[in-house]
């Protein structure tokens, strides 16, 4: 595919921010990528410093025009490359859809991903920020990965260790951030899966549904409902999932608080400190004495009503009227709570 000039990424963006790419192309070999960096360099050598990669576009948050080259990863493909009596190893292409990937898993029988079910956006992204849910990381299935770095143009291959998974976090957030473009990841999955419910949510809706001994298949239904019934479907309502990470304090602060607000919500972490439940510190802030953030809209930029983690677009709201009202919730929480928020979705 070959550039072209001043595209919307209103369809590639999951909050459904309607700005221009001042050049966009998508790729889907390594082939492919090269020779568009290329040609971008030679195109508009001022513009070329600004390359970036979109995988599914569901954690991103657009501000404003992009005035720069816009790549959209449309690696494809899985293949097994190793298996023995435990595991089986697949390597995916950076451009498959997540779920996808996660119901390939599933009608094989093969256990890792299945508490994963429903996350939008491309297998290429989920190792960037560590994706999770319902008791599991991406980080737990990983096995390595292949990038293409924008400098010299070499692939590399990342392994679990060289990838520094943290909480929401990875090495391509920090030191490699907008290095490296991602081409495919490979999972180890387990032939003969271990089944995790740890996460009192899926238990109880296990109960609900009346299954005693449950499958993966029936791990992915549960998460499915919830996630369904707590979390917009971005394509009805624009979003990017939690917009904010969960805090981690240290437990002697999580006490002090817990006297103040005995309701405060907080899991102990083996490190010994204490997460707390962001979406409860929005809760119980908002925009006026009495009123709580969760529901709330402005224009067309809201916090949703079923999760107040997750900020909307409702319609028509520009990255800045969602990027300002994030700022403003963020505010009030430190007031109340001296707790800083740190914002999971790249702004952009
Ligand atoms: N809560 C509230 N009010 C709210 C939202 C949540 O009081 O408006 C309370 C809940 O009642 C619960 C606790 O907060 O006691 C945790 O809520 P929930 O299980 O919905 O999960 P979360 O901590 O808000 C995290 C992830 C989600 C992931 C879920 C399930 C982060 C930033 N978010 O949310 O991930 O799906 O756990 O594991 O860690 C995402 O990253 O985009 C995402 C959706």
Redesign the pocket.
Known sequence: MQWQKNISLLPYNSFKIDVMAHYFATFEDDDELLSLITNAKTMDNTLYNKLFVLGGGSNILLTGHVDGFVLRNQIKGFSIIHEDNEYVYVKVGAGENWHSFVQYCIERNWGGVENLSLIPGHVGAAPIQN?????VELKEVFYSLEAMNLADKKVRHFTRNDCAFGY?DSIFKRKYKGQFVILTVTFQLRKHPHINTS?G?IEQELDKMNIQQPTIQDVSNAVIRI?SA??PDPKVIGN???F???PEIEEERFLQLKKEFPDI?GYPLPNGKVKL????L??QTGPAEGKSW?GYRLGDAGCHAQ????LVNYGNASGEAIFSLSETIAQSVDNKFSIQLER?VNII
């Open positions: 994706i999770g849910a319902y008791g929401r996460y949510a996630r707590k979390l990017a999932g939690s904010f990470k969960n919500i439940a962001a979406g409860w929005i809760e969760k999760q107040a983690l997750v999971e």
